[in-house]
């Protein structure tokens, strides 16, 4: 995998201090994307162990609220695999850690059902920002999404199933209120 930049102390994806790890890779393109610089597969640098150690530091620090996955695409299949093992060990460095990943992908039962690595991975975060950005569907009034089609989906944990929430709100909020508009869209 590759990746186009890490920020360590970000307020700006998220409520509180966040550390951002931007992906390289992305096929959807999308007309007027934030991050057009992490499209390409062979841009930005190779992702290490150094790096990796890197990220694990950061995140263990008790003011960093955030782990964010943001791209490029995290979910595209080729940074699944780096994406779900870095994603395995910030949360075995720091369990109370909020684990965010953004993806372009629509996340629906077909999506997932024959990925192994996927569903792995979204049995780990704990909340993701689905959809392509539509610059003809702006908003300034949505935390964390970029335009009004993207949703806000939780992950919550019930008899030992891993359940997939649509949490979409005018404002999102953390942690998510039992009674949002607990739309399922997934059960892993």
Known sequence: MRYSDIIYFDSGNARGLSTVLFVQGCTNNCAGCHNPQTHSFSGGKEF??????????????????????????????????????????VKAARQNINIIVYTGYTIT??????????????????????????RNLPTEQLDYRGSTNQRAICRKNSNNKNILIDCSKKYFKFPVDSDEENKIVAII
């Open 48 to 89: 290490n162990r150094e790096i990796k150690d890197k990220i694990i530091d950061s995140v263990k620090k008790p003011y960093i609220k955030n782990f964010i996955l943001s791209g490029g695409d995290p979910l595209h299949s080729y940074n699944q695999e780096e994406c779900n093992n870095i994603i395995k060990e």
């Open 109 to 134: 039962e077909d999506f997932i059902k024959d990925n192994t690595i996927v569903k792995e991975i979204l049995s780990n975060v704990d909340y993701i920002i689905d959809g392509k950005y539509d």
